[in-house]
């Protein structure tokens, strides 16, 4: 069982950054992609970002950008989301996941939560 664990939420202002990373117990990382999703108080979970498995192919949602940043470490098994310019409405649980590039399902980690206060 593929496990992903993410760390690197915690409170901030508004305006300011926090970058997520997430580890992934896989190590063949050309056979999978990896993204963000989130979900703030009272909704369903959203899409981010993600990244495909070489880091060359990058796609974002419409909230995130030209403030976000996704890459990936592979030599570390590792995804990051850099957050600049937060708002509170960027508040919200932000989950990694994983997904092998043949399969359709995600490996999801625990959540890591981000709260921007104003």
């Known amino acids: 069982q593929v496990q992903v664990v993410e760390s690197g939420g915690g409170l901030v202002q508004a305006g300011g950054a926090l970058r997520l990373s997430c580890v992934s117990s896989?190590?063949?990382?050309?056979?999978?992609?990896m993204g963000w999703f989130r979900q703030p108080p009272g909704e369903g979970r959203q899409f981010v970002a993600a990244i495909n498995w070489n880091g060359a192919d990058t796609s974002y949602t419409d909230h995130a950008k030209g403030r976000f940043t996704i890459s990936r470490d592979n030599g570390k098994n590792t995804l990051y989301l850099q957050m600049n310019s937060l708002k509170p409405e960027d508040t919200a649980i932000y989950y990694c996941f994983l997904r092998f590039i043949h399969l359709t399902e995600k490996n999801w980690g625990q959540g890591t939560q981000v709260t921007v206060t104003s």
């Open positions: 896989e190590h063949t990382f050309s056979t999978y992609n």
